[in-house]
């Protein structure tokens, strides 16, 4: 097996690579001599070195700056690994390659390999500067814990380079409940302003991940921002419409004034045509960037029981303007079963309820 796919889950690992037993042993040396050095100084030298360190930190903090728009740890197209049986483009690369092993990265791994996330996902931002903008990053989810380890992997290491301030809010459906993906990214919608006065909100497919670090995750106070439209599912071609599929950013003024998503399409399709719907409705029009870099990659799922198709999705996509007031934000029906905080990012677990025009189709003789 290459090295530079290999993750040690007893050394840790750093961008992929496994750490050096000699390095480590080194390391251990030099940690112990200045141990040693520091008990002979004496109980008066190491107060004057704290003292000093609270008054170095203070000094950075009267100096920190905003920011620069353009963030100088940009490093251009993110390398991607993911396992051939994951990858659309499989058959355009080498099939020879060896199954890549100990990938993705578990929970606990991601955590220890971004040091500097707080409790709950969140990340407030670089040392030597302050972040221009914070951003929500809203996931809905369910029984796609390895799509989620892939996701949770790169996304830190993107929103980091961009020196944002962020949480990940993964919004889980618990129960037996067809798939809502509308109701799912609401609550968390709702979830996210109670906690954090947020200046953008990204909803975002869990199966999906941005190949260039140079892919703006911020909002356009004008503009509702498609950040993904080329997927190489599609060969990096837009399939145009109305859609605004797999990754979309709104303001919260943008959000609540779409009323957020509908919360009445069950299974898979129809949310995001009807959010399209929504926008065009509003003052706000659909940006996308069309630069070359702008390219996600779309992880490979099985068909989930749980997610079928909606059969009639495209009836209620034709009444989307007359069902944009009473039915989204304002109607949100969801009950909070638990919220699990764990390093990497914060879970939200959600029941779903029917809407009524399902209940109604079901019940009819």
Same mark, same amino acid.
């Given at each position: 097996?290459?090295?530079?796919?290999?993750?040690?889950?007893?050394?840790?690992?750093?961008?992929?690579?496994?750490?050096?037993?000699?390095? =480590?042993?080194? #390391?251990?040396?030099?940690?112990?001599?200045?141990?040693?050095?520091?008990?002979?100084?004496?109980?008066?030298? !190491?107060?004057?070195?704290?003292?000093?360190?609270?008054?170095?930190?203070?000094?950075?903090?009267?100096?920190?700056?905003?920011?620069?728009?353009?963030?100088?740890?940009?490093?251009?197209?993110?390398?991607? #690994?993911?396992?051939?049986?994951?990858?659309?483009?499989?058959?355009?690369?080498?099939?020879?390659?060896?199954? #890549?092993?100990?990938?993705?990265?578990?929970?606990?791994?991601?955590?220890?390999?971004?040091?500097?996330?707080?409790?709950?996902?969140?990340?407030?931002?670089?040392?030597?500067?302050?972040?221009?903008?914070?951003?929500?990053?809203?996931?809905?989810?369910?029984?796609?814990?390895?799509?989620?380890?892939?996701?949770?992997? $790169?996304?830190?290491?993107?929103?980091?380079?961009?020196?944002?301030?962020?949480?990940?809010?993964?919004?889980?459906?618990?129960?037996?409940?067809?798939?809502?993906?509308?109701?799912?990214?609401?609550?968390?919608?709702?979830?996210?302003?109670?906690?954090?006065?947020?200046?953008?909100?990204?909803?975002? @497919?869990?199966?999906?991940?941005?190949?260039?670090?140079?892919?703006?995750?911020?909002? !356009?106070?004008?503009?509702?921002?498609? #950040?993904?439209? $080329?997927?190489?599912?599609?060969?990096?071609?837009?399939?145009?419409?109305?859609?605004?599929?797999?990754?979309?950013?709104?303001?919260?003024?943008?959000?609540?004034?779409?009323?957020?998503?509908?919360?009445?399409?069950?299974?898979?399709?129809?949310?995001?045509? @009807?959010?399209?719907?929504?926008?065009?409705?509003?003052?706000?029009?659909?940006?996308?960037?069309?630069?070359?870099?702008?390219?996600?990659?779309?992880?490979?799922?099985?068909?989930?029981?749980? !997610?079928?198709?909606?059969?009639?999705?495209?009836?209620?996509?034709?009444?989307?303007?007359?069902?944009?007031?009473?039915?989204?934000?304002?109607?949100?029906? =969801?009950?909070?079963?638990?919220?699990?905080?764990?390093?990497?990012?914060?879970?939200?677990?959600?029941?779903?309820?029917?809407?009524?025009?399902?209940?109604?189709?079901?019940?009819?003789?």
């Amino acid at each position: 097996m290459n090295e530079w796919v290999q993750v040690s889950r007893k050394q840790g690992f750093v961008d992929g690579a496994k750490v050096d037993e000699t390095v =480590t042993d080194c #390391l251990n040396v030099t940690i112990k001599r200045d141990k040693a050095i520091g008990t002979l100084s004496g109980n008066v030298q !190491n107060i004057t070195e704290k003292n000093g360190t609270k008054m170095e930190q203070e000094n950075v903090k009267k100096k920190k700056e905003m920011c620069p728009t353009i963030s100088p740890l940009l490093k251009g197209p993110i390398s991607i #690994l993911i396992n051939l049986e994951l990858d659309y483009n499989a058959k355009k690369t080498n099939t020879s390659k060896p199954p #890549l092993q100990n990938w993705p990265p578990t929970l606990e791994e991601v955590a220890v390999h971004y040091k500097d996330l707080k409790l709950g996902g969140s990340y407030a931002g670089p040392r030597d500067c302050k972040c221009k903008t914070s951003v929500a990053v809203i996931v809905p989810f369910r029984d796609r814990e390895m799509h989620l380890r892939y996701f949770l992997y $790169y996304i830190h290491q993107l929103l980091q380079r961009q020196q944002l301030c962020y949480q990940i809010i993964v919004a889980e459906q618990v129960g037996s409940e067809t798939f809502n993906k509308g109701q799912l990214m609401n609550s968390a919608f709702v979830y996210a302003n109670r906690s954090t006065n947020f200046d953008c909100f990204i909803f975002h @497919d869990v199966d999906v991940i941005a190949e260039d670090d140079r892919i703006p995750y911020t909002c !356009n106070s004008d503009h509702v921002y498609h #950040l993904a439209p $080329y997927l190489d599912k599609f060969n990096y071609k837009w399939g145009g419409y109305l859609t605004v599929c797999a990754a979309l950013a709104f303001t919260k003024e943008q959000f609540t004034a779409v009323n957020g998503y509908s919360g009445e399409f069950v299974g898979w399709g129809g949310e995001d045509d @009807d959010m399209g719907v929504r926008i065009k409705s509003t003052k706000y029009t659909v940006s996308r960037l069309k630069e070359n870099y702008i390219r996600f990659k779309m992880i490979k799922h099985n068909s989930d029981k749980g !997610n079928p198709k909606n059969p009639r999705r495209l009836n209620r996509l034709r009444l989307a303007h007359e069902r944009m007031k009473e039915d989204g934000l304002s109607s949100l029906n =969801t009950s909070t079963v638990d919220v699990i905080k764990y390093m990497t990012h914060t879970r939200l677990k959600l029941k779903t309820f029917m809407p009524k025009y399902v209940k109604e189709v079901l019940n009819r003789p």
